[in-house]
């Protein structure tokens, strides 16, 4: 390949990119039960009021539309980066709601809540060789 037609596939691709780009951005806001796919095109830092936030940028490989998913409940985000994603891997989310945790409790006893998530990965290598179903 030519520097010319790498120049080109380079181009190509951010202009796919920017067509499926949504001003503001798409973000996610599940429900208990929903789920999302898609493929991992960025991981970014968001600053805000309250520090720092992580947010990844998912492509949905049927629809090209890119969502955020903004890592702001421990949960997701512990499972997330302990999986150590890389741009291309295909992730899979899906919430189950608020829980009540089995070993915090509130200053009256009632046990404190969390997020509860699941994660899954494809690694692009793997992904790309395959016609695997999505992680779900």
């Known amino acids: 390949m030519t520097m010319r037609e790498d120049v080109k596939d380079l181009a190509q691709e ?11 951005g798409n973000n996610w ?8 796919v898609g493929r991992l095109q960025q991981i970014s830092d968001f600053e805000g009021e309250y520090g720092t936030t992580k947010v990844l940028k998912l ?9 955020q998913v903004w890592l702001n409940h421990m ?4 499972s997330i980066f302990a999986l150590e994603p890389q741009p291309g891997d295909l992730i899979g989310i899906k919430y189950f709601g608020k829980r009540d945790s089995k070993t915090r409790k509130n200053k009256d006893g009632t046990p404190k809540q969390y997020h509860a998530y699941e994660v899954r990965i494809r690694r692009r ?12």
Do not use: N
Request: charged share 35%.
């Open 59 to 67: 492509q949905d490989v049927k629809t090209g539309r890119v969502t």
């Open 29 to 36: 806001q599940p429900e208990p039960g929903e789920k999302i």
């Open 75 to 78: 949960m997701l985000r512990d």
């Open 14 to 24: 951010i202009a796919d990119d920017l067509d499926a780009a949504e001003c503001g």
């Open 125 to 136: 290598s793997t992904t790309d060789k395959t016609e695997e179903g999505v992680p779900f």
